[in-house]
């Protein structure tokens, strides 16, 4: 049985171009850098995860009801970037996240026009790797349905986000197209307040707070991020905390 699925597992893995991550014998290429005993136990962490998370890949939903009374905003909370301010003061009307990299049709996307868009709301655990969680309801549109409508290529791996604060992050496929990765623009019924990122930040539920980007600026999609910063795929793995957060 375990081998049965393993291969179904892997099969599907190898169409989102993961293979080379979980097979063992295959040198990590293009992905993030994992120096020594620590980038093992990541890249461990990521494979037992996914196998675990098989069968039951999406991060659990609450009701409405559980939405928590006070959800705290942490590090950035009002960009100074002076471009952000300007865009702020209009209402963000003039606001753009474009999408570019390995996709055939490179878009900058208003908000209006994110908001015609499929929605998803979710109401989600937010644990925050400084000792916090808090539940919150959010709304916005699956960012694997922004990708497609931009048709994302195929040799694309890794989709990298920048924000407005310098804060930038990568996500392989499996998360950047899992259904519950949305582009939020709403936060318990209302707009997506200043605080908590608008007027678009990222939500990734199965990981860690930190991978849920504020205050987006672009959206790129890569065969690889060795390229990108330092090459270990995030702002925060460069000081130190691991690239996959899975929780
Ligand atoms: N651009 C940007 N994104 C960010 C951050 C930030 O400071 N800037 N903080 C991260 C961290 S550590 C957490 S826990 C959440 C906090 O989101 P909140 O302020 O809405 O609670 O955003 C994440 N995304
Ligand atoms: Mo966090």
């Given at each position: 049985?375990?081998?049965?699925?393993?291969?179904?597992?892997?099969?599907?893995?190898?169409?989102?171009?993961?293979?080379?991550?979980?097979?063992?014998?295959?040198?990590?290429?293009?992905?993030?850098?994992?120096?020594?005993?620590?980038?093992?136990?990541?890249?461990?962490?990521?494979?037992?995860?996914?196998?675990l998370?098989?069968?039951?890949?999406?991060?659990?939903?609450?009701?409405?009801?559980?939405?928590?009374?006070?959800?705290?905003?942490i590090?950035?909370?009002?960009?100074?970037?002076?471009?952000?301010?300007?865009?702020?003061?209009?209402?963000?009307?003039?606001?753009?996240?474009?999408?570019?990299?390995?996709?055939?049709?490179p878009?900058?996307?208003?908000?209006?026009?994110?908001?015609?868009?499929?929605?998803?709301?979710?109401?989600?655990?937010?644990?925050?790797?400084?000792?916090?969680?808090?539940?919150?309801?959010?709304t916005?549109?699956?960012?694997?349905?922004?990708?497609?409508?931009?048709?994302?290529?195929?040799?694309?791996?890794?989709?990298?986000?920048?924000?407005?604060?310098?804060?930038?992050?990568?996500?392989?496929?499996?998360?950047?197209?899992?259904?519950?990765?949305?582009?939020?623009?709403?936060?318990?019924g209302?707009?997506?307040?200043?605080?908590?990122?608008?007027?678009?930040?990222?939500?990734?539920?199965?990981?860690?707070?930190?991978k849920s980007?504020?205050?987006?600026?672009?959206?790129?999609?890569?065969?690889?991020?060795?390229?990108?910063?330092?090459?270990?795929g995030?702002?925060?793995?460069?000081?130190?905390?691991?690239?996959?957060?899975?929780?």
């Amino acid at each position: 049985m375990a081998d049965i699925s393993r291969r179904g597992w892997l099969v599907g893995a190898s169409t989102l171009g993961l293979a080379p991550w979980l097979g063992g014998c295959e040198p990590i290429e293009g992905g993030p850098s994992r120096p020594g005993l620590y980038g093992l136990s990541d890249t461990l962490t990521l494979a037992t995860q996914r196998f675990l998370l098989r069968d039951q890949p999406l991060a659990r939903e609450f009701p409405p009801e559980a939405i928590s009374k006070i959800f705290p905003t942490i590090n950035t909370t009002d960009p100074d970037n002076p471009d952000y301010r300007r865009s702020k003061a209009t209402g963000f009307s003039d606001w753009r996240l474009p999408v570019s990299g390995l996709v055939e049709r490179p878009t900058a996307f208003s908000l209006a026009a994110l908001k015609a868009m499929p929605a998803r709301t979710q109401v989600t655990l937010h644990s925050c790797e400084q000792g916090w969680s808090a539940i919150g309801g959010w709304t916005g549109v699956p960012l694997s349905h922004v990708l497609a409508s931009c048709g994302l290529k195929p040799e694309a791996r890794f989709i990298v986000i920048r924000t407005v604060d310098g804060w930038w992050d990568s996500y392989d496929l499996f998360d950047a197209l899992h259904p519950q990765t949305i582009l939020a623009y709403g936060m318990n019924g209302g707009d997506l307040p200043v605080a908590h990122g608008a007027p678009v930040r990222l939500r990734v539920e199965r990981q860690l707070g930190y991978k849920s980007l504020k205050y987006l600026a672009s959206i790129e999609a890569t065969d690889r991020v060795s390229g990108i910063g330092q090459g270990r795929g995030s702002m925060v793995s460069q000081l130190g905390f691991s690239w996959y957060a899975g929780i």
